[in-house]
């Protein structure tokens, strides 16, 4: 069974950065695409980034030229680096893999403010 467990989230001042991670168990990793969305409150769950086997990337708008998603397939973990961080970036930070019915991870809390 596919496990996905997150880290690194917290409190952070604007401009400031994050890197979180998310560590996959029970599954072989390297060949599926993993991702990162978040939810912000009252929002919808969106994508931020992911990034395919052979690593291509993909980035929602808005924070490309901040976040960079990269991969360890020998540590089955992917990493989101948040640079500066906006408080618009406050939400909840979910790491989805790619598999079957796809997989989500429990969420970690990102908050933004001065």
């Known amino acids: 069974q596919v496990q996905l467990v997150e880290s690194g989230g917290g409190l952070v001042q604007p401009g400031g950065s994050l890197r979180l991670s998310c560590a996959a168990s029970?599954?072989?990793?390297?060949?599926?695409?993993i991702g990162w969305y978040r939810q912000a409150p009252g929002k919808q769950r969106d994508m931020v980034a992911t990034?395919?086997?052979?690593?291509?990337?993909n980035y929602a708008d808005s924070v490309k030229g901040r976040f960079t998603i990269s991969r360890d397939n020998a540590r089955k973990t992917v990493y989101l680096q948040m640079n500066s961080l906006k408080p618009e970036d406050t939400a909840v930070y979910y790491c989805y893999f790619d598999k079957g019915p796809g997989y989500w991870g429990q969420g970690t809390q990102v908050t933004v403010s001065s």
């Open positions: 029970g599954t072989i990793f390297s060949v599926y695409t």
């Open positions: 990034i395919t086997s052979i690593g291509i990337t």
